[in-house]
């Protein structure tokens, strides 16, 4: 798990990439120029290669000065404070601390990292940490049986491990990553504050710890220990920053700048994580690109424009989407593939609301009579039914409802309201199969007209759907249209919940020709 | 100065380990008289001097030296009476559980007196074990010395181990002292009665250090010593430097604020250890430069921060919810800030309306950030945007960063100033 | 599948065989229960059962009849066992070869998006297990995602196919590890599906499951060159903060270890979305495949097996129909619709006495195999097989087997030609996106047949149309009329492409294949000639009609020709009872059952099958020595949709007491003397916990439940009716 231990005395360069975390210097050939840059400096005389170091870090972390000069300066010469590094997601926090702990002189006997979020359990904790600190060899057989998982055994077993390692007074780094998820683990409260009081409980001097949180500080004061860390704050990056983090590593940047100048700030706007921008600016470069003859050209001001012109639509698009799917046009469907693209683009310059009429998936019958009912009995209140369906939809329990029906009429904005608070409604089995009788009776007649007379059709019309309506509802249930809430199979007492959105319902009513608008109670 | 760099670099390092050492830090305490210091180690020396059994109490907030005044009592005793005593050291945060509390202490007891410790023993045996322990040691005159951190931790439960200790010591053969150290001032109310019977109410208040005593503290911490190995000439004209620092105005102020915030040890600990890393190499001086830095990094407001970092729309959803908050909106969610951001953009027709899923998105962002959060913790069958939702920050918090921020629309400012004002 | 190859020579070998095998062979047959897995056993037995009937013609017929009825249904179950395998077979590769194309789409973006990753970085292994991760240029990690649409809400088709998509990608190299919704629950969380993942993965697992553990064993020489794909093929199911933590976990490592994801989706792309937090939808990079649409299955299977007569087995018009509005009403899934397939192919084996006669389909010399078949038959049957109403329709038959040979072949023969024909149809109507299903509904439509004789131009219902796209169910010839017009209107390029078809289609039909060829021949030149013309008939849509007309008009004619003259059902063919199945009653029953009712039906005429001596005598009135379930069942009958439980217990007491008083009396009652020993007296405890134990019977066969918690004191019934 952990890079073997590299003794003082040897040669620096091969100090210089085993001990430092990720060092790709010698072990991949075919690297940018940047990740070679940066044990090169390393391989450097101590003396004054703190400039360098610094320099290194600068090219490698943009916009990220302030932050990578502190970290050098409170990481460095070993008897260190707790350090807490912070700032929201994807600001380069983990990147910056790797990259500084190759930097750090003297250098760092050994590393150890534990990034909580792939460590499914505090057990998985121990193991990983004490198997980087104890030597290979030992640990890969011996260490599966005496996995500790009580905290005071860890701790003990930790402070063997260190003392161990620390006893030629050169520096250990423990680093936690995503210290945030570790608040959600059950017993997670008294987990963190053991990792927070790590420095107090093991007493090492030459042991520093460093956590990794894109939670604020404030989030572990409630279990924090008596050292609190050291904070360094990573802000998120401005546009500016962002727009050099994009730029590196472009073949074109001429045509990359041209095009950030025109995508960059709209996106900026909705948000300002560089992961979600580079999702979302990397398929639309390739549409910005499309117009081009070659891609290395440099792009003068009349291809821009017509660049703009081209890019508009889609960028009008790309804003209002989170999550875009390309459909796979696989060899033998290409022409139609792209065509397909067209034309859903097309679709979604029209209205993003405007819905595809037809439905994508197949669908029994009564399936989607099941869900439409279902659609209705959540959406409508129950004391609306007798009102809405009218007296040939024989719901048995009609005339009981009839006079409520008329109070709760006039109490509607009310009901509006919370209609928008509580989000669709819940409803048992019953009312659920009386307003799918009340439907399916409704559009009986709509059918038979299609029927063709034979005698058995009408056996295995309409009346026949509701044999198996239980097996279409746990289809239904399965495919997450309705959610089941609490069931207990002898009393079927369990209450559904349809979580359809209303166009699909429209989509589903159209597909059986279905008036679904008159039956929706609007607010 | 080119040779400055690296007698700084040594400088610093000292430095850092001066600060890094609590037994330094506190050594202070030694020489000076009446401090808790010397009260604990009067009453530890006499119990064992007197062969009896004693308990006490440290209480004080974190970071005020509690543990270290401990560690150097036990020290010093250690010195003074090498064989009458033998330490256990148990900590509330691992050992709260009373069967591994008692595992260790057996544990620790095997390994003071080189007795052989088997892992497999029951808890029973363990107690038992030590309760003998006890006794042997009473009858060689040799003090046991039980020091409970997280004092308070141990009150939790049944409390049987601190039961079985304590009540072990009601008998005479017995000869043991149980220092109990907690942030909890009321850690002896947590006790039962049967424990809080057989417990001695004695405590040591901690408590936050006065100015003086951290200014004090500080020359203490920071002026170098002639024998740290250091050329002599450097060492004058960096005390003299420093010294002058001490002595002006805004240094004061720098640690006046400083203590309003936080006067524990500890804080100004991490405040000097800042400034020690500030250090500027070139001159390899500590200049009033690093102090102020120093500061100014410890100052940070974690949230302000994170409403500098938002984008415009994550911006708009927040003022969206602030809005709905004054409208006297007992509780809200997703869907109703969707209506509220709808009849804005209707209202203003601003650039900035998306569809409701790049919303949800934000939305989510400020989850992450915990900018907001969910009303409830129940509904996990419930869709998200259904729960209710509130704010975490304040409205006077949200209109500061609506102004620092530069990109912030003016819409947006107007939106949120209106509904404040009328 | 592989038994047919075996099937001709061991045919052939059928007249040499010494007929006391016979014996052996039935007795074997018989044991065997009818079930695919039994097949090898059955075609073992195969070779040697036509011969009795050769053996046996000089003895005396009614002498052996029972014996004959007995090795006739043997040979029935023999012929449904070789038919259905053989539909069954065509089915599997009809589905396969749908599925194939799938399978090397997915295998495509797999190797498309590992060679994409392994271009970020290349990092060698000790690189892979350090816990950091790889400092890399990309801004942010995303896991290749494969969203694979399967276009059915219904989810049963699509096991068969995502283990077979298993398999093939198994065998193309990749790790695979198949995790359900049952991993993803909120009880086991992330633990315990990553170990699950792990435990299909690793040899041996390690105690504590993390990620570290999986890229050690990434690292070993023979896994390390090929990606893990991770199918999860019910993604509506899983529990999406579970499957979120796992994406977000993986996408750490998906540099150094490339994991992918293929998700199958049943409904839409926004389940995802629902499904998942933005934050773990950043993570992923998506990608669409789409499986075939279940119409489009239905289309290939239907061509493959009821369309071209496979294997001599088809179905009526009654039930195909029935079939389809099983299939669109009540679920759409092929796999029911296979089943009830079956089902019907059994019913008509067990049914129809001379089903067997279908056999002579598969053999390559079907005139001799009838002949002796036919010869062989006990005159019974003979009659039976002349008095089939197709033939008393069908005048001058002198009742001689080469009649009903000569039949069978006609039959055969017409059906080919009518599938070939009913296949033209179908391609001229594909581009108007017609499903074959409703031509096929209504091209084996017997009034069809009449409609032709009296030869009125189809009506065109063309408001019709898009109305009943919605809801299919053909009737009259909507469809056909649909395609009528369709090819009016299609273009010239599609017109050829679909005469080109035809010339395949019919190449059994050789005057017909001749018009074709003209006709080709024709608009060859034809459209060199039109070719400029072509261009602004595609502007101007209008005019399209008239400016192709003469040849569109040529084509329809002829298709109309060849429908009216050979686009016979069989329904209106002698002797098609042999072959063709129209019992619907049966299939119906058997498919939608009512189960609730049942059990009630049973419960209540529990007599009947019981048939006990102490219930026969006292008929109507309920005796106590009834099963208490029945008991409580009858007496429930009594009550309206609540039941008050304290009158209905004192019912029950009163029947079991009086009862036990009659046993009491006539101590030697045999059937409930035991009963009665184990209770003297009937004490009220017992009859408490019988009365409980009946309605907890009740209430899980689903007669009753409870009412709310408010009133304890009733329980509601849910099914009535005797």
Excluded at chain 3, 529 to 547: C, F, I, M, V
């Amino acid at each position: 798990m952990s890079q073997p231990v590299t003794p003082r005395r040897t040669t620096r360069s091969s100090a210089g990439s085993a001990s430092d975390p990720a060092s790709p210097s010698k072990s991949r050939p075919k690297s940018t120029p940047r990740r070679q840059l940066i044990p090169a400096a390393s391989k450097e005389e101590e003396g004054e290669d703190e400039r360098s170091a610094i320099n290194a870090l600068l090219e490698a972390l943009p916009g990220r000065r302030a932050q990578a000069s502190d970290l050098l300066r409170l990481l460095a010469p070993a008897p260190a404070l707790p350090l807490l590094l912070y700032g929201g997601a994807a600001t380069g926090k983990t990147r910056a601390l790797l990259l500084a702990l190759r930097h750090i002189r003297p250098r760092p006997r050994r590393v150890a990292y534990a990034a909580l979020r792939s460590l499914p359990s505090p057990r998985a904790l121990f193991a990983s940490l004490l198997s980087q600190l104890s030597p290979p060899p030992s640990s890969s057989a011996s260490s599966r049986q005496r996995v500790p998982d009580k905290p005071s055994d860890f701790v003990a077993a930790l402070r063997d491990a260190l003392a161990s390692l620390c006893a030629q007074g050169e520096a250990v780094y423990l680093v936690f990553d995503n210290l945030e998820v570790v608040r959600s683990w059950d017993k997670g409260g008294q987990l963190l504050a053991l990792i927070l009081r790590l420095h107090d409980l093991l007493r090492l001097p030459q042991v520093v710890l460093v956590y990794v949180s894109s939670a604020t500080p404030d989030a572990y004061y409630s279990m924090t220990g008596s050292v609190e860390p050291n904070h360094i704050y990573f802000p998120d990056y401005a546009v500016d920053e962002v727009r050099d983090i994009l730029m590196r590593g472009h073949s074109n940047p001429k045509l990359y700048t041209s095009f950030l100048s025109v995508a960059l700030k709209p996106l900026f706007r909705v948000t300002r994580r560089v992961d979600e921008l580079g999702a979302a600016l990397e398929p639309l470069f390739r549409r910005y690109c499309e117009p081009l003859g070659d891609l290395k050209a440099v792009p003068d001001e009349s291809t821009k424009r017509r660049l703009f012109e081209h890019i508009q639509p889609h960028l009008a698009v790309a804003l209002n989407e989170t999550f875009s799917v390309p459909m796979r046009a696989s060899v033998d469907q290409c022409k139609d593939g792209n065509s397909g693209v067209k034309a859903s683009t097309k679709r979604q310059f029209g209205s993003r609301d405007s819905l595809s009429t037809e439905l994508e998936f197949h669908m029994s019958v009564s399936a989607k009579y099941l869900l439409l009912s279902a659609f209705l009995a959540s959406r409508n209140l129950a004391t609306l039914d007798a009102a809405l369906f009218d007296s040939t939809g024989g719901s048995d329990n009609h005339k009981r409802k009839r006079k409520s029906s008329q109070a709760s009429m006039n109490m509607k904005d009310t009901m509006v309201e919370e209609m928008l608070m509580k989000g669709p409604g819940t409803f048992p089995l019953e009312r659920l199969l009386a307003i799918f009788q009340c439907i399916t009776s409704v559009s009986e007649d709509a059918l038979n007209d299609v029927e063709c007379p034979d005698s058995m059709m009408n056996g295995s019309g309409m009346t026949g759907l509701m044999s198996d309506v239980l097996l279409q509802l746990s289809t239904l249930c399965n495919s997450n249209f309705l959610s089941k809430s609490r069931s207990c199979p002898l009393e079927g007492a369990a209450r559904y919940r349809s979580n359809i959105d209303e166009d699909l319902a429209l989509k589903v009513a159209r597909s059986v020709s279905f008036p679904l608008s008159k039956y929706i109670y609007r607010r | 100065m080119a040779a400055a760099a690296p007698v700084a670099s040594q400088a610093q390092a000292v430095l850092r380990g001066r600060l890094c050492d609590p037994g330094f830090v506190h050594s202070a305490l030694r020489s000076s008289p009446d401090t808790n210091y010397s009260k604990l180690k009067y009453l530890v020396a006499s119990s064992v001097s007197e062969a009896c059994n004693n308990s006490v109490l440290l209480l004080g907030p974190r970071g005020c030296g509690k543990a270290a005044v401990v560690d150097m009592v036990l020290e010093d005793l250690k010195k003074e009476h090498p064989d009458a005593i033998s330490v256990i050291r148990l900590n509330g945060m691992l050992h709260s559980d009373d069967n591994c509390a008692t595992k260790e202490i057996a544990r620790q007891l095997c390994l003071e007196h080189q007795l052989s410790f088997s892992k497999m023993a029951s808890s029973d045996d363990n107690t038992e074990f030590i309760i003998d322990m006890l006794r042997e040691c009473g009858l060689a005159h040799k003090t046991i010395l039980f020091i409970l951190e997280e004092f308070d931790l141990f009150a939790q439960g049944k409390q049987r181990l601190l039961y079985s200790l304590l009540d072990a010591m009601q008998s005479l053969t017995s000869q043991a002292v149980v220092i109990g150290v907690s942030c909890r001032l009321d850690a002896d109310q947590l006790l039962e009665k049967r424990v809080r019977s057989r417990f001695s109410h004695r405590k040591l208040l901690f408590v936050p250090s006065s100015l003086e005593d951290t200014q004090r503290l500080v020359e203490h911490l920071l002026i170098l010593a002639n024998d740290s190995g250091l050329p002599a000439k450097y060492i004058m004209d960096y005390n003299s430097r420093l010294t002058n620092i001490f002595s002006d105005k805004k240094f004061k102020g720098i640690l006046n604020s400083l203590m309003d915030a936080d006067a524990t040890t500890s804080n100004i600990l991490r405040f000097l250890f800042r400034a020690v890393s500030y250090m500027d190499m070139e001159s390899g001086f500590l200049s009033m430069e690093s102090f102020v830095k120093a500061l100014s990094s410890m100052q940070r407001q974690p949230k302000m921060d994170s409403l500098q970092d938002l984008s415009i729309l994550e911006l708009y959803i927040l003022v969206c919810m602030h809005r709905l908050e004054d409208k006297e909106q007992s509780s809200y969610n997703f869907t109703s800030i969707m209506k509220e951001y709808r009849s804005i953009q209707d209202a203003y027709k601003t650039s900035d309306k998306y569809t409701s899923t790049v919303c949800f998105r934000a939305f989510e962002h400020l989850l992450d950030r915990e900018l907001i959060s969910f009303g409830d913790n129940r509904g996990r069958n419930q869709a998200l945007e259904y729960r209710p939702v509130k704010l975490l920050v304040s409205s006077r918090e949200l209109a500061q960063s609506l102004k620092l921020n530069t990109t912030c629309p003016a819409v947006l400012q107007k939106l949120f100033d209106r509904e404040r004002y009328m | 599948m592989s038994a047919h190859p075996g099937d001709a020579p061991l045919t052939a070998a059928n007249n040499i065989q010494p007929f006391f095998v016979l014996h052996k062979a039935a007795a074997a047959a018989a044991s065997s229960v009818p079930s695919s897995r039994t097949r090898r056993r059955i075609d073992a037995s195969l070779p040697s059962s036509p011969n009795p009937k050769s053996a046996k013609r000089p003895r005396d017929v009614d002498a052996q009849d029972e014996e004959d009825s007995e090795l006739y249904e043997q040979l029935r179950l023999e012929a449904f066992h070789r038919i259905w395998s053989r539909i069954q077979s065509t089915i599997d590769e009809v589905l396969r070869g749908i599925n194939l194309k799938l399978f090397d789409q997915v295998l495509q973006w797999v190797q498309e998006s590992f060679s994409a990753i392994r271009a970020v970085a290349k990092p060698c292994h000790d690189e892979v297990r350090q816990p950091y991760p790889l400092l890399t240029d990309v801004i942010c990690r995303r896991i290749p995602t494969a969203f694979v649409l399967t276009k059915n809400a219904e989810f049963v088709d699509d096991i068969t196919t995502f283990r077979d998509l298993a398999g093939h990608l198994q065998s193309s190299g990749c790790h695979l590890a198949k995790l359900s919704a049952a991993e993803f629950s909120v009880k086991h969380g992330i633990g315990g599906c990553f170990r699950s993942l792990l435990r299909q993965l690793l040899s041996d697992v390690p105690d504590v499951a993390d990620v570290s553990a999986l890229a050690s064993w990434y690292c070993e020489a023979e896994n390390y060159d090929q990606p893990i794909i991770v199918i999860i093929d019910d993604l509506e199911q899983c529990s999406g903060d579970v499957l979120g933590e796992l994406v977000m976990m993986l996408s750490e490592w998906v540099i150094k270890i490339p994991i992918f994801f293929v998700m199958g989706i049943a409904t839409t792309l926004d389940a995802p979305k629902k499904l998942l937090s933005s934050e773990a939808l950043q993570q992923l990079e998506p990608c669409k495949l789409t499986l075939g649409s279940p119409s489009d299955r239905m289309n290939a299977l239907v061509e493959a097996i009821l369309v071209k007569p496979c294997a001599g087995f088809c179905i009526s018009h009654e039930v195909t129909m029935f079939l389809r509005n099983y299939f669109f009403r009540h679920d759409g899934t092929i796999t029911s619709f296979i089943s009830a397939l079956k089902l019907a192919c059994s019913k008509h084996f067990s049914m129809e006495p001379l089903s067997f006669l279908c056999m002579g389909v598969l053999e390559e010399d079907c005139e001799e195999f009838w002949h002796d078949k036919f010869e062989a038959l006990p005159q019974v049957i003979q009659k039976y097989a002349f008095a089939l109403p197709s033939c008393t329709s069908a005048t001058n038959l002198s009742h001689s087997s080469n009649d009903m040979v000569k039949g069978l072949c006609t039959l055969l023969k017409l059906q080919k030609d009518w599938s070939s024909v009913l296949l033209c149809m179908y391609e001229a109507g594909r581009h108007d996106k017609v499903q074959l299903l409703d031509i096929f509904c209504e091209a084996v439509n017997p009034d069809l047949q009449t409609q032709n004789v009296s030869n009125a131009e189809p009506p065109v219902f063309k408001l019709n149309i898009e109305k009943l796209s919605g809801m299919k169910s053909g009737s009259g010839k909507v469809y056909m009329a649909q395609v009528m017009n369709a090819i009016r209107y299609l273009p010239m390029e599609t017109l050829l492409h679909v005469l080109e078809v035809w010339s395949i289609h019919l190449r059994g039909m050789s005057e017909i294949n001749d018009k074709v060829k003209e006709l080709q021949s024709t608009t060859i030149d034809a459209d060199t000639a039109r070719a400029t013309k072509e261009k602004w008939n595609r502007r101007s849509t209008g005019s399209t009609g008239n400016a192709t007309a003469p040849l569109n008009e040529k084509v329809a004619l002829l298709l109309q020709d060849i429908t009216r003259k050979y686009l016979v059902p069989v329904e209106c063919l002698p002797f098609h009872e042999i072959i063709c199945f129209k019992n619907v009653g049966v299939l119906q029953s058997a498919l939608i059952g009512n189960p609730r009712r049942m059990v009630q039906l049973d419960l209540l005429k529990s007599q009947s099958h019981l048939k006990c001596s102490c219930c026969s005598r006292t008929g109507t009135a309920l005796s106590g020595s009834l099963h208490d379930t029945s008991i409580m069942c009858n007496l429930a009958q009594e009550y309206g949709d609540v039941i008050n439980l304290h009158d209905w217990y004192i019912s029950f007491e009163g029947i079991i007491n009086s009862r036990n008083s009659k046993v009491k009396r006539k101590s030697y009652s045999s059937p409930s003397k035991k009963k009665s020993k184990s209770t003297p007296p009937e004490s009220e405890a017992m009859i408490q916990t019988r009365f409980c134990r009946a309605v907890t019977e009740m209430q899980i066969t689903g007669l009753l439940r409870m009412t709310s918690k408010r009133r304890p004191d009733l329980v509601q019934r849910i099914t009535f009716g005797p």
